[in-house]
């Protein structure tokens, strides 16, 4: 089946840095990917929409200056975390759907641990 | 607008007990599709089940059985003879069809099941 991989698994970093969080489709293209974040015992909410070669949907709520998107690829999107605050501490899933129709199973990477120092 | 409702924050069973998990939806979309996925304590989410819109045939896979109601938009997710490796967060997910892919997820359901 299809795969989805994200990079790094786990980012620990100090308060004020970004951190950046890669989202590769593996063996297939995916001109749209979401990114997803969960905070402890917490539902996985939708922060945005990557579209390859066009900006991000952002939803309501989400500041999209801190959290910047990028889809450069058909295989790839990176989510960064501008100036990261505690705050931001949180697990980040990225999913991808396997046609464009959005009929099919999304495919989720394996998430990104990430503490704000 | 799409929501999700999984009331059950937390269960807790016996091994070998039968479990229900609900799942309750709301859309006024017609074309749409249903997921289930478990999230160990890993986080990584494993990929259960999908339903779409048209087919309300129940569905069985091993110990697992879903029950799919247009009716009353529930689609409730059995898990009969549990056992300890079943303990996971469960999620119920939407989809619909004019939503651009968007999973709206529900609000989860901790399942621990004790030897």
């Known amino acids: 089946g299809a795969v989805v991989s994200q990079h790094p698994s786990w980012v620990i970093c100090k308060s004020g840095t970004s951190v950046k969080i890669e989202c590769r489709s593996l063996?297939?293209?995916?001109?749209?990917m979401f990114w997803y974040r969960q905070f402890p015992k917490q539902s996985l909410m939708l922060m945005a929409t990557?579209?390859?070669?066009?900006?991000?949907?952002?939803e309501q709520g989400v500041e999209k200056d801190k959290f910047l998107i990028n889809h450069a690829s058909l295989t790839l999107s990176t989510l960064t975390v501008t100036s990261a605050h505690p705050e931001d501490s949180s697990f980040y899933i990225c999913?991808?759907?396997?046609?464009?129709?959005?009929?099919?199973?999304?495919?989720f990477g394996p998430g990104t641990r990430l503490l704000v120092l | 607008a799409q929501k999700v409702t999984q009331a059950q924050t937390e269960i807790s069973v016996v091994e070998k007990e039968d479990v229900t998990l609900d799942c309750v939806y709301e859309?006024?979309?017609?074309?749409?599709?249903l997921f289930w996925y478990k999230q160990p304590p890993s986080g990584e989410l494993v990929f259960l089940i999908r339903?779409?819109?048209?087919?309300?045939q129940n569905e069985i896979s091993g110990r697992y059985s879903w029950n799919f109601q247009k009716s009353t938009s529930s689609f409730n997710f059995t898990i009969t003879a549990s056992q300890v490796v079943d303990s996971a967060v469960y999620f119920c997910?939407?989809?619909?069809?004019?939503?651009?892919?968007?999973?709206?997820f529900g609000q989860g359901t901790e399942l621990s099941v004790k030897p």
């Open positions: 999913s991808a759907p396997g046609t464009r129709a959005f009929r099919e199973t999304q495919y």
């Open positions: 063996d297939f293209q995916a001109t749209t």
């Open positions: 990557s579209n390859e070669g066009s900006k991000a949907t952002y």
């Open positions: 859309t006024r979309d017609t074309t749409y599709y």
């Open positions: 339903r779409n819109s048209f087919d309300e």
């Open positions: 997910a939407l989809i619909a069809s004019n939503q651009g892919g968007k999973l709206i």
